[in-house]
C-alpha cells in the first residue's frame, strides 16, 4: 500500500537533532531523521513477528516436514513498514533447491513438489480467515502469496535456492558502509513513491536497487577508480553524488561489477573478445563470468547491466526495462534537490514545515502515521 496525504507534512522532522549549519549539514541530519522515523518501531517488530509466526502454524498444519525460511529485507533487518516478507519453502527431501547451479538429478522431482507444496499451502490459507489476496504464480520457479488481514503484511513464498549468499552479502556491506542503510531508506522511498521498486514492471526490486548503492560505495572507496571519493560522515553529499553518478551513467556503453569494483565495458551483441582478453579472462572468473554478460542487448540496448556479487553469472538488472525512466528521476530529484538547497541558505525558514528530504521522498505519509497511532493504543505482544 502506498502512504496517501493531503497535507503539508514531514514526519520524520520529528526525529531531526539539528542545531544549526548549512544546507548540506540540514540535508545530512534530516536523512538521519528520515531512516529513524522509517525503522520499525517496536509495535510493528511485534505485529510482524506475530504474523510470521501464524504463517509458520499454518504451513506446519498444510506440509508437515517442510520449513519456511525467511529472507530478504526481514532478515536482513532493512525492512520498511511497506515492505514485504520473503521466504523460502524448503523441503529435506531434495538435496538440490530450486535456483541452485549445477547439475543435478532430483531439481526435476523438486520443482514439481514445490508446485504440488505450494498449491496445498494457498488452498489451506484459504480455509483460515486469517489472509486475503492469495494466489499462486505458476512460473518456472513458482511464488506463492497471501495478504495478513490483522496487520496488510504482505507475504511472498517461493522455492528458490540461494536466497543465504544474498542476505550474508547485505549484511557484510552493511556493516562496512554505515551509509548504506540510510541512504538506502532514502532512494528506495524515492523510487517507491513514483512506481518503480517492482521487477515485474520494469523497475529496480529491493536487491538490485541495494546492490546499486553498493557498486557506487565500493566504486568510490577503491583506490584504482579516480571519478569521485566516498565521503565519511556526508549523508548529504552520499546522496547528491549517488544521483549525479546514477543520473549521468551511460547505460548503452557500460556496465557495473562490484566484486572487484569496477566499470566495464558494455561487448556487442554477437561480439568475440580478442586473443589478449580471451588470455586475461582464462586467469579472472569473476571478469571472464562479466565478459560473457555484460553484453549490450539487441533490443534494449540502453539496460542496466549490474555483475551480483553473490553470483556472478547472474545480471542484477536484466528486468530492469525502465532504468531510462528511474535515471530521469534520479536527475530530475537532483535537480529539485540542489535547487532546494540554495533556497535553504537564503531562507532556512521556508522548509520548517516541508524539509529538504521532501522533493526528493514526498510528503505522504499520513496512512502511516494513522496506523502507527492505532498499533500504539494495543499492546506491544498481540496474538492473532
Request: aromatic share 10%; hydrophobic share 35%.
Amino acid at each position: 500500500m502506498r502512504w496517501t496525504s493531503n497535507k503539508d507534512s514531514a514526519p520524520w522532522l520529528k526525529n531531526l537533532r539539528w542545531s544549526g549549519g548549512d544546507a548540506l549539514s540540514r540535508l545530512n541530519d534530516e536523512i538521519t531523521a528520515f531512516e529513524a522515523y522509517m525503522s520499525p518501531t517496536i509495535a510493528e517488530g511485534a505485529s510482524r513477528e506475530a504474523a510470521v509466526n501464524q504463517l509458520r502454524v499454518h504451513a506446519a498444519v498444510a506440509l508437515p516436514g517442510a520449513f519456511l525460511e525467511e529472507y530478504g529485507s526481514y532478515n536482513t533487518g532493512i525492512y520498511m513498514p511497506s515492505s514485504d516478507i520473503d521466504f523460502r519453502l524448503a523441503s529435506s527431501r531434495h538435496g538440490k533447491q530450486l535456483g541452485e547451479r549445477g547439475p543435478s538429478s532430483t531439481r526435476p522431482s523438486a520443482l514439481r513438489e514445490n508446485h504440488r507444496q505450494l498449491r496445498a499451502l494457498t488452498r489451506h490459507l484459504r480455509t483460515t480467515d486469517s489472509y486475503t489476496d492469495i494466489g499462486l504464480i505458476p512460473a518456472r520457479i513458482p511464488v506463492g502469496f497471501a495478504t495478513h488481514r490483522a496487520t496488510g503484511i504482505r507475504f511472498q513464498i517461493t522455492g528458490a535456492g540461494e536466497v543465504n549468499a544474498h542476505d550474508e552479502y547485505v549484511k557484510t556491506y552493511l556493516a562496512e558502509f554505515p551509509a548504506l542503510r540510510p541512504l538506502y531508506f532514502v532512494v528506495k522511498n524515492m523510487l517507491w513513491i513514483r512506481g518503480f521498486t517492482e521487477t515485474f514492471t520494469g523497475g529496480l526490486g529491493s536487491y538490485p536497487l541495494f546492490m546499486t548503492i553498493v557498486a557506487w560505495l565500493r566504486l568510490g572507496k577503491s583506490q584504482s577508480i579516480t571519478i569521485w571519493s566516498h565521503s565519511n560522515g556526508s549523508l548529504g553529499r552520499d546522496l547528491r553524488d549517488y544521483l549525479e553518478f546514477y543520473g549521468s551513467f551511460n547505460y548503452y556503453r557500460q556496465g557495473l561489477s562490484i566484486e572487484p569494483p569496477r566499470i566495464l565495458t558494455k561487448g556487442r551483441p554477437g561480439g568475440k573478445p580478442s586473443k589478449s582478453e580471451r588470455e586475461t579472462m582464462a586467469k579472472d572468473p569473476i571478469l571472464s563470468a562479466s565478459s560473457k554478460m555484460c553484453v549490450a542487448d539487441k533490443i534494449q540496448r540502453y539496460r542496466l547491466y549490474l555483475q551480483d556479487p553473490a553470483n556472478p553469472l547472474n545480471d542484477l538488472g536484466l528486468k530492469c526495462y525502465g532504468i531510462k525512466h528511474i535515471r530521469a528521476i534520479f536527475r530530475y530529484t537532483l535537480t529539485q534537490l540542489r535547487r532546494d538547497m540554495i533556497q535553504f541558505e537564503q531562507n532556512p525558514s521556508l522548509f520548517e514545515d516541508g524539509g529538504l528530504l521532501r522533493s526528493v521522498v514526498g510528503g505522504q505519509f499520513d496512512r502511516l502515521e494513522q496506523s502507527r497511532a492505532r498499533d500504539s493504543a494495543k499492546e506491544t505482544s498481540c496474538t492473532f
